[in-house]
């Protein structure tokens, strides 16, 4: 059991009463010396003869003997008085020494006993606090079992789920490389079926494509090109949009963007609003210009310069040298190309000059056949060397190679932008003879077809 330190002041009292106990015992061992030797030196007797035992005894000897015995009894008084007076004062001195070493003892005592007191209580508490410690650290315990209990029932739960959703998500990226890989193959094949001419077979298999990946630039690309031979032009806008959205420099998109809503405004006639008409074709021009900016010898899915659309445009608008300019690009860009001269040609001959038309005409003879001998099925080569054939006089022949084309059913863009072309041409200032029988047959296959009227 631990016991409380005396404070300073207790140990300074403690120590005076201790001295104060040895003073008193100094003192009355003095005062029964100094009696003892006052006893002595006080004893004024007068100094008698000594008596000896052979001498006789005669009254003075007597009376000398009488008084010596009275000075020895006076003496041992003295002496006994003075003993007596020092017994008692050191009795006394003893007795307040005793009182005083009484009273240190009894408050020693009570010190101990209010020590004991309070190192008792103290032990109480602190059992009382350690209790307590003890019962909350139970608690704790306790608590701590439970949420390591939740821990791990929430841990499990989680691996659970991490495994789960890990599966899942190798499951998904299995099919995905699965379907990446799917995608890929169809994307050839789509290209293949269109570099054949089997255009329908290419959207076919690019549908199937877009069901597993509905946001494959690729895809939207080629089905937004695709979709406006077939006169389909707010889904091939929606196809390019798509496209776009996922890379809005995508140079070709925005190529083919430019001429789907140039398509969209050419077929708004001249009874239709002309705003709504301007509005089409300027943002077909700006669309153009963007992508012939970014990439001046950019073509499109048939390898023909986008400057070709361009000044096809130009055309539209009236914008005639313009126009030439830009097929000028679209000549240098795809020289072996007939389609850019057989509109030089147009122009030219437009515009009154015959010997430049003459010139251009010939040049679309030459490179028609020479693209006809790589692939006879090439429809947009035929329609150039038909055209051309009318203008250099031989109507019959030009009529056959456009009939060759129709038996051919290529879609519907071809037919009408030659139409179109060959509208313009008959509107040169030399006639041309057999432009409006091209012009009537051509009119009356477009009646027959319905391959896509919605716009």
Known sequence: MSTEPESPRQRRRRFMADDIVAALAVIAILL????????????????????TAGDEVTVERAEA?????????????????????????????????AFMLRRSILEQVDKAQELSRRTEEKFKEQNQALIRREDRLGAFQETLMDELDEIRRTTR?????????????????????????????????AEQQSRER?????IDTLQRIHKLDPDNQATNYLLGYLYMGFKKLDLAIEHLDRALAVDPDFTPAIAAMGLALRRKGDALDETDDKTERNKYWDAARTRLQQALNKDPRLTDTEGESYYGTLGGLFRRQGHYYA???????AHKVTPKSSYPIINLAALHAHQGNHEQAQHYFNLVIKNALLQLDDDPRDAWSRMDYAQALLVLGDQDMALEELQTVI?????????????SGLKFLAESTQPIEGA????????????????????
């Open 32 to 51: 029964a010396g100094l009696a003892l030797y006052i006893a002595r030196t006080q004893d004024d007797t007068p100094v008698r003869p000594p008596v």
């Open 65 to 97: 003997i009488l008084a010596r015995a009275e000075d020895s009894s006076n003496a041992a008084s003295n002496l006994l008085s003075f003993l007596e007076t020092g017994s008692g004062v050191a009795a006394l001195i003893l007795g307040v020494g």
């Open 157 to 189: 739960e989680q691996l659970d789920e991490i495994r789960r959703s890990t599966a899942d998500q190798i499951a998904g990226i299995q099919q995905q490389v699965k379907n990446s890989f799917r995608v890929v193959s169809l994307q050839l094949l």
């Open 198 to 202: 089997n255009t329908q077979t290419a």
């Open 323 to 329: 126009a030439l300019d830009a097929y000028e690009w």
């Open 407 to 419: 038996d051919q059913q290529p879609e519907w863009i071809v037919l009408s932008t030659v139409l």
């Open 436 to 455: 409006d029988r091209m012009i009537a047959l051509l009119e009356a296959e477009l009646q027959r077809r319905d391959d896509g009227p919605e716009q």
